[in-house]
């Protein structure tokens, strides 16, 4: 599991003698402080753990006094190191600001500080550190639960994941699918929204914002202009606004618009974007059907099954990064492409009965990827797609 890895890591950076910044970033309810938690419990470094997630807009010392904190009980043990942890770090203001002076005092002081900062907001964070901390931390994305994750930890089968998506938050709710769905509206999505965007950033149209997350949640795996979008919101606001959103959601870790693949970024940007969700439990609280009736549905089920490997790809591609698109000419399609420097893999999904994959031909003759695969049907097997780093792919 990736989490496993993580906690390895980090562990291996303690036993180092150097100090450091680690920084973890991701969604709400991906088990980030869980994961921090189980780290104090198998090391013997003593450890000062704070959460600004209640904090004070106003109080600006809050971190440079809990860092003080964090030294006094280094010196009052007799310790040559302590773990200095906060969580929900964006919420703090100037943060990065604040980390690198205190940093570099303790440097400056040969003062043991090693500092895991963990955060929601993948934007304010991101923004914080090349501003402030250039060259003095190590950024670790934590994403959603894979199949694997979710099938160890709790026994779910493909098509549980397929349907629930991963957040193990949700996991014990699911025999009650409309207490679930209430869950994933309501205490992921919305404390989302509230919390970790139109708190922490500039947003003119709240009510566009979220409307626009229900619209691309809707149609998931989908490519829709954003011009068809205004319609169905009704809006006729800026493109610019609602592309700016899109990319809001995005680094909340909810809904990305996938790009086009192009061989230049103009043709890329300029192209309508392709909604894929971070988690499948997004896609399913937003339609009414039960998890018994879409089974039945083949063309949706489909449709289920296409974003939950865009969901993977997602997620692993924050991992291991590489970069996710689509393609299309005409009425033809390649449903996934992804890159890592100058390679290039094209996947096509497929959950029913055999067609010809004329997108992928015309897409090879055009580009010549170093490879082409199917996914699902007649192809690599939904399960052991869903469990594998689609990274190895551009090795073989």
Known sequence: MFERSILQDIKDRISEERKFIQVLVGPRQVGKTTLIKQLTRKTDTPYHFVTADDLYAADTTWLRREWGNARLQMQQNNKKEILFIVDEIQKVPNWSETVKKEWDSDSFSDINLK????????????????????????????????????????????????????????????????????????????????????????????????????????????????????????????????????????????????????????????????????????????????????RKDAKEWGRFAESAVGTHLINCGLKYRFNVYYWNQGSYEVDYVIEKGNDIVALEVKSGKDSANIGLSLFNDEFHPRGVYLIGTDGIPFEQFLSMNPADLFHL
């Open 115 to 294: 500092v895991i900062l963990l955060g929601s907001s993948r934007l304010l964070i991101q923004k914080g550190l090349t501003e402030s901390l250039a060259g003095r931390y190590e950024l670790t994305n934590v994403t959603h639960w894979s199949f694997d994750e979710m099938r160890d930890a709790f026994g779910w089968d493909i098509k549980q994941y397929i349907y629930f998506g991963g957040y193990p938050g949700s996991a014990l709710l699911i025999p009650n699918e409309d207490r679930w769905k209430d869950y994933i509206r309501e205490s992921l999505v919305e404390t989302t929204i509230s919390k970790d965007i139109l708190m922490m950033t500039r947003v003119d149209k709240p009510a566009l914002l979220k409307r626009l997350l229900d619209i691309g949640c809707k149609y998931s795996s989908q490519i829709l202009s954003l011009t068809k979008v205004q319609g169905e919101l009704q809006e006729s606001g800026n493109l610019t606004t609602l592309s700016g959103y899109l990319t809001m959601l995005k680094d909340a870790g909810l809904l990305s618009g996938l790009e086009k693949y192009a061989a230049d970024i103009i043709r890329k940007r300029a192209s309508k974007p392709k909604f894929q969700v971070h988690n499948n439990a997004l896609l399913t609280a937003s339609q009414n059907k039960s998890f018994d009736v879409l």
